[in-house]
């Protein structure tokens, strides 16, 4: 990475619970008139400048959520460059638990799946690498809270 790129942090939630089959994980799905059009996605956003990542993602769910969550361990952090000198650092945490009913504040729709499910759906080309490996862990959070 050269001095002119520059960086954005994305924060996003893995909420995961229990459903009739087994683990279920809420993803949500971007409006037509945006960026990135219908594409699915964890939710959560971008870290504001002097905000701590943790932090950023409490508020995000709580904008798009309407839910005040616990924000579990790190899952994974990596970048991803959806266009020259723009990279997107992405970073993903489990989320323990959340109080509040669950409200969709922003998306098209929020939909809980199961785990195995996840691949067949249109995620952000950023995603798709996380999302493949989750499939395959097996595990979406851990149960220590930091």
Do not use: C
């Not at 954005?8 to 008139?33: S, T």
């Not at 945490?93 to 785990?115: S, Y």
Request: proline fraction near 4%; charge should be negative.
């Amino acid at each position: 990475m050269d001095s002119t790129t520059r960086v954005l942090e994305v924060v996003a939630a893995v909420i995961e619970r229990r459903g009739e089959n087994g683990p279920e994980i809420l993803i949500g799905q971007r409006k037509p008139n945006g960026r990135h059009p219908l594409k699915w996605e964890f939710p959560g956003g971008k870290v504001e400048a002097g905000e701590e990542s943790r932090t950023a993602l409490v508020r995000e769910l709580r904008e798009e959520l309407n839910i005040d969550a616990l924000i579990g361990a790190e899952i994974e952090r990596y970048d991803f460059a959806y266009r020259p000198g723009h990279l997107t650092r992405l970073i993903f945490f489990g989320v323990a638990e959340f109080t509040g009913k669950l409200q969709n504040l922003d998306f098209e729709q929020i939909r809980w799946v199961p785990r195995e499910r996840l691949t067949e759906y249109d995620f952000l080309e950023g995603d798709v690498a996380f999302v493949k490996r989750l499939q395959l862990r097996g595990q979406a959070t851990q149960s220590s809270i930091d």
